[in-house]
């Protein structure tokens, strides 16, 4: 059975420093990878896409890699800010088939 | 375009009672979802669609219903609410072309059943 895990479940960090949240799969098939960030109450916002052919996407402070080989996607955000405080989602997309990690739920304290 | 519109924000039922859960995507996406959320927990996948007139069950498929008769709605139904279906429900589809794979999320329904 397919699984994503994400890891840690749960981070709390000051504000400033950077973030790292981390994602693997139990299978190397070719996949998309999406990751997400869902705030208290509200619906998902998608934040960046790496599709199968591509390492890595970068968007502002967020930067996402893809490894396939070892089965692991991570997440880094450059200099948190309490803004960045939700829980970040990492979605494993193979075709029309979806797999969602546990998340990860971020803390940034001012 | 208004991407993916869940109707109602909120909703409280009462044991026994039903409700359908509306999901409209103006994107004109084949391949549509819906999930259920439950606090502290992933996202489950209960029905999916790859087109108009074609459903097919997710992974907790069990006291729900859902039709596909034209592209851009999906609604989702609950004949008899039971606390176990109090969760938060997401409605998504899936882009094409340049955004092939890209997930769309509505903001979601909240629904308690007490």
């Known amino acids: 059975k397919q699984e994503v895990t994400q890891i840690p479940a749960a981070l709390s960090v000051p504000e400033g420093e950077n973030l790292v949240l981390n994602c693997s799969f139990t299978?190397?098939?070719?996949?998309?990878l999406q990751w997400f960030r869902q705030d208290p109450g509200k619906g998902l916002t998608s934040l960046l896409l790496?599709?199968?052919?591509?390492r890595e996407q970068t968007s502002g402070r967020l930067n996402a890699s893809l490894d396939k080989s070892s089965g692991r996607s991570t997440l880094y955000i450059a200099a948190s800010q309490p803004g960045d405080s939700a829980t970040y989602l990492c979605?494993?997309?193979?075709?029309?088939?979806?797999?969602f990690g546990g998340g990860t739920r971020v803390l940034v304290k001012p | 375009n208004a991407g993916v519109t869940q109707t109602p924000k909120f909703r409280i039922l009462k044991i026994g009672q039903s409700m359908t859960l509306q999901c409209a995507q103006d994107m004109n996406h084949n391949y549509m979802y819906w999930y259920r959320q439950d606090p502290g927990m992933g996202l489950k996948l209960i029905y999916y669609s790859v087109g108009a007139g074609i459903t097919d069950k997710g992974e907790v498929p069990n006291g729900y219903n859902v039709s596909r008769s034209t592209t851009e709605d999906f609604p989702l139904r609950l004949e008899l609410a039971a606390p176990s279906q109090t969760s938060v429900y997401f409605c998504a589809s899936l882009g094409t072309g340049l955004a092939k794979n890209i997930q769309y999320f509505g903001a979601g329904t909240r629904l308690s059943v007490l």
């Open positions: 790496i599709q199968s052919s591509q």
């Open positions: 979605v494993r997309a193979a075709g029309n088939k979806l797999t």
């Open positions: 299978d190397s098939a070719i996949y998309n």
